[in-house]
């Protein structure tokens, strides 16, 4: 996706674009599979932060609805244990109150409403300065805990997030709820800082589904990038970089195709930089800090079509583990968690039409990256059975036949994307300064540029989006216009005060 804005925003500048993919089509992880009932996602499903994708699409002249169908969820998630409790989140704050309170009881009412309030302040306090802010440092941090000091107090700085959530909420269902937004950038919980709180925000700002799935945004991208000239070419690798005197001149490609060129934009992960599979010219790219830091989640993902019967399923459901954090341990063993927490995706469902009697599924349990797995964990008969015997715990049965196809494992993901080790979301979150220490868009050799999950901002469609329109303001010197207020319903309409 970062590959894909940046190609779009630079072709629409004039620039004259070429880009290289090794896979058949668009979209890196926006990933379908064919299925009897159409194309299913096995990528990205929970679309948030929409704005950032209206600013690109606003700074090339387009509109996004003009182009992307998209339905705003009224309800974001709904969640199950085994014990028979549910919870819908909402997109309402009053909502997710009263829905805290039938299912948890007042006390855990008063508990959300601080947790909420508190993430909501640092996630204002933080967006600007430091996503939005293509190379932010500890001064820039520092600053906005000078300006506002009571954000140390919430910030927890000594604390995991597992911890802090442990104190805050009475009933360890909410804990284990609100502890779970650790992996939307491939944290664990117990190793993620407090402040990791933060990420429910994004979603509870929003979040949409796309009519025609996530594979549509990636694939309109191109069109745009293409109508302003762009030239993609598919199952082309570049293999290694040209770097004379730190400065990049062009790439070569596994067809024997060489490109001279004044800017490269890499969208691998940066560790294929650094470990020299792009040749000893791109290791520099990437400083030796940043080749130590850990890698965060990996997962077990499947795609298929079924006929579906259980429990009321909407676009996104939580199915959890019966002991909080116990995957988690699991996973720092290197083992398929023996008690998994199963998302599911209904990606018929929640976009406001009826949906076919076969629909199409996403689901994903969360794993170690693919060095970390004990030998053998990769077994298509054993993950299957021990996910579909934990979701028959929660009345679901899928009348399908699921094939090895249906499945990508950690070690999958790893050839598909090489150098990531199978982490889908770059670095891992773990430590709080984590967030600094990622490589930042601008890399040490002259002209190349890094853009992508492993590189900061950081993992997420929006977030990825972001870093491209950070790589392309460096390449370009102009600074990114990216509003800062989202679009918002206001109370009152014209009346308002
Ligand atoms: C199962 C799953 C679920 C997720 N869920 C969500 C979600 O719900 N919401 C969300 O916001 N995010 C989610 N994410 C994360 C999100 O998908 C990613 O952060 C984002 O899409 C990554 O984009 P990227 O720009 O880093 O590029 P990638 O998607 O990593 O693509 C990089 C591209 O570069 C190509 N490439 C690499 N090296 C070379 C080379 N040498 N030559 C040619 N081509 C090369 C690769 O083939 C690939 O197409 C999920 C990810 C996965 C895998």
């Avoid at 400083?287 to 579906?308: C, D, E, H, I, N």
Wanted: charged share 20%; glycine share 10%.
């Amino acid at each position: 996706m970062a590959g894909l804005a940046a190609a779009l925003e630079l072709s629409h500048l004039g620039y004259r674009v070429r880009v290289i993919e090794q896979a058949s089509a668009p979209g890196g992880k926006i990933r379908q599979v064919p299925s009897m009932a159409g194309p299913v996602d096995i990528g990205p499903t929970v679309l948030t932060l929409v704005h950032v994708f209206r600013d690109l699409f606003d700074t090339v002249g387009e509109n996004l609805d003009d182009y992307i169908d998209l339905v705003r969820q009224k309800i974001l998630v709904r969640h199950w244990w085994s014990d028979g409790t549910s919870l819908d989140l909402f997109d309402r704050h009053d909502s997710n109150l009263d829905a805290i309170q039938d299912v948890f009881g007042s006390v855990a009412r008063q508990e959300y409403a601080k947790f909420h309030r508190e993430t909501a302040d640092l996630f204002d306090a933080f967006d600007a300065p430091m996503m939005r802010n293509p190379e932010p440092t500890l001064g820039s941090m520092n600053r906005v805990v000078l300006q506002q000091p009571s954000l140390i107090k919430k910030m927890r700085p000594h604390q995991t997030l597992a911890g802090y959530l442990s104190g805050q909420f009475s009933n360890p269902k909410l804990g284990q709820l609100f502890g779970r937004y650790a992996t939307y950038v491939g944290g664990s919980p117990l190793a993620s800082p407090a402040m990791l709180g933060l990420v429910w925000q994004a979603e509870a700002r929003g979040v949409w589904a796309i009519r025609g799935g996530m594979g549509k945004l990636a694939r309109t991208i191109e069109q745009l990038a293409v109508n302003r000239g762009a030239h993609f070419s598919y199952d082309t690798q570049v293999e290694r970089l040209d770097v004379h005197n730190d400065k990049v001149r062009g790439v070569y490609l596994d067809n024997g195709e060489y490109i001279a060129a004044n800017f490269v934009v890499f969208n691998g992960d940066p560790q294929a930089l650094a470990l020299g599979h792009l040749g000893t010219g791109g290791t520099p790219a990437v400083p030796g800090s940043q080749r130590t830091m850990a890698r965060s989640l990996s997962a077990y993902v499947w795609g298929f079509a079924a006929k579906y019967s259980g429990p009321d399923l909407i676009h996104h459901n939580v199915f959890f583990a019966d002991e909080t954090n116990s995957e988690f341990r699991d996973i720092k063993r290197g083992i398929f968690p023996t008690d998994p927490t199963v998302y599911i995706c209904a990606q018929d469902r929640g976009k406001n039409m009826s949906y076919p009697d076969t629909e199409r599924f996403e689901m994903i349990v969360n794993a170690a990256p693919a060095s970390q797995m004990a030998p053998s964990q990769e077994d298509f008969s054993q993950c299957n059975d021990k996910v579909l015997n934990r979701l028959a715990k929660f009345g679901i049965t899928f009348q399908t036949q699921f094939e090895t196809r249906n499945l990508t494992t950690p070690r999958q993901f790893a050839a598909r994307f090489p150098g990531s080790d199978g982490s889908l979301y770059g670095p891992s979150p773990s430590g709080m300064l984590s967030a600094l220490k990622k490589p930042k868009t601008q890399s040490p050799i002259a002209g190349l540029y890094l853009v992508g999950g492993g590189v900061h901002p950081g993992a997420g469609v929006p977030m990825v989006t972001l870093c491209a329109r950070h790589a392309v303001a460096k390449i370009t010197g102009a600074p990114i216009s990216t509003s800062m207020s989202r679009q918002t319903v206001t109370p009152g309409g014209m009346s308002t005060a």
